[in-house]
């Protein structure tokens, strides 16, 4: 039996159950709501009562899970609640309905229970995307004492090295299989591409040798022995543990084409510090009694680079909009330099795209003073940089996928020159080469970086340099500096997770 999780559904599937499948195909929405499916199969001796999807939404999160265990098992309350926990549901939660949760804890429902059945094969796709850091480190945690087998699709580098002992990339349409975590598969990958494109280089020398020549014989022969070597170069692969499940045919070498993005936020303006500075501000929002952020008091300058963390739902996007100015606080003071341009990558800005326009319209709606002879060839040029593919430069950006979207964004601010970054969980959109884009440019850039981010690696580089760095702490209400690196925080996190977890 296996559970799939994806981003819009749910799936249990086995040869054995098959029967049962076409049947739930045949029932109504409403009806699946509320059937709980007691099944009794006769091959295996088991009873097992299955959950479907859509039908938890009456019910509470624990009596969901319960209604989920092999009957029988007493401690599955127990464990429920202690993957609920992990995942971050505190216990006034655990016992809520599961439709009083936004869609982002509707995923952590999804992957509770993924975990709480204990599938033979588990296959998680994007499982970070909705955690915040605890919860991912909880996660790591969880998955490297997981016995059965695990397929993850993520772009979190420090999840997939802890997590993973093999590593599957997609290059050319193919799969090839990279033993190892994923710092193993990058060096593994990167001496795979020279060897390919050395051998590639070798094989046009004498290509263009042959050609010259006009011996039509001799250019049958470089082929040949092209095809000859990248036989053989096949099995040496094979036998180094480098595995092609489906072994193509040997053909001539061609180039390893990579794909190459580069992010890049231009040099901001010397302003006089502070830059920005919130004094004694406390913030509610209206009718929510239930929260409130007090006594904040925090500042930014030039060069300054701050991670905020703390739990989902505890601030830190309420934080970063009273920054920005987004929001104005309820008491206390907000001071900002006069002439100082922020850039924002906000969760939901990638929403707030007007739709109809092509990005290169939009682009040059917001920034009409490009210089150079074509104005829209001078946006193309920076959309490109920014990974966004040429051919939809001029599509409308209501067409564009999530990641596509956020380069536009990207590219946006950049072109806005801002001398302040704030950065709202900007990864969530973004592949592997573009986050590291997105750190190497933040490592060059001189003006000040605000980041709210779970993807520990982002986080590292960005506070790489420990005299300037901060780590703002976000909970219970208010805003505290933790004494020390990021790192030290992690370490601390998942010290305290790791007891969690042996309890
Ligand atoms: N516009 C809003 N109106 C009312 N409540 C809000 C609004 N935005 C966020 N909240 C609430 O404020 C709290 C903090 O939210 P947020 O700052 O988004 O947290 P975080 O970014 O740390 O996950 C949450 O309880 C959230 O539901
Ligand atoms: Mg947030």
Known sequence: MYFWLNKKWWVMIDQPFKQLFQLMRSWSSSEK??????IHHPLLGLRMKIMIMGMIQERSLLNCMRGLQILGSDAAE????????????????????????????????????????????????????????????????YLCRWKKTLVVVSHDRDF??????EIIHLHDLK????????????????????????????????????????????????????????????????????????????EAPKKWRDYSVEFHFPEPTELTPPLMQLIEVSFSYPNREDFRLSN?????????????????????????????????????????????RIGRYSQHFVDLLTLEETPVQYLLRLHPDQEGLSKQEAVRAKLGKFGLPSHNHLTPIAKLSGGQKSRVVFTSISMS??????????????DMQSIDALADALDEFTGGVVLVSHDSRLISRVCEDEERS?????????????????????EELQREIKSEVDD
């Open 33 to 38: 709501k509320l059937r709980l499916c007691r």
């Open 296 to 340: 904040v008091d925090v500042g930014i300058d030039m060069g300054t680079r701050v991670a905020i963390v703390g739990p989902n739902g505890a601030g830190k996007s309420t934080l970063l909009n009273l920054l920005a100015g987004d929001l104005v606080p309820s008491e206390g003071e907000v001071r900002r330099s006069q002439k100082l």
């Open 417 to 430: 020159k801002p001398h302040i970054l704030l950065l709202d969980e900007p990864t969530n959109h973004l």
């Open 175 to 250: 799969l090839q299989l990279y033993r190892g975590n994923f710092d193993e598969f990058e060096s593994g990958y990167e001496q795979r591409r020279k060897e390919m494109n050395k051998q590639f280089e070798n094989h046009e020398k004498q290509v263009k040798a042959a050609k010259r020549s006009g011996n039509r014989v001799q250019q049958e022969k470089v082929k040949d022995r092209a095809k000859a070597a990248a036989a053989k170069d096949a099995s040496k692969s094979k036998a180094k543990g480098r595995v092609d499940e489906d072994e193509p045919l040997a």
């Open 78 to 141: 127990a464990q429920a609640s202690k993957i609920l926990a992990g995942l971050g549901f505190t216990k006034e939660m655990q016992v809520r309905a599961t439709r009083s949760f936004s869609g982002g804890w509707r995923m952590r429902i999804s992957l509770a229970r993924a975990l709480f059945v204990q599938p033979t094969l588990l296959l998680l796709d994007e499982p970070t995307n909705h955690l915040d850091l605890r919860a991912v480190l909880w996660l790591e945690e």
């Open 470 to 490: 901060e780590i703002w702490v976000v909970e219970n209400g208010t805003v505290k500096t933790f004494p020390g690196t990021f790192e030290e925080y992690k």
């Open 160 to 165: 997939l090295n802890s997590v993973c002992s």
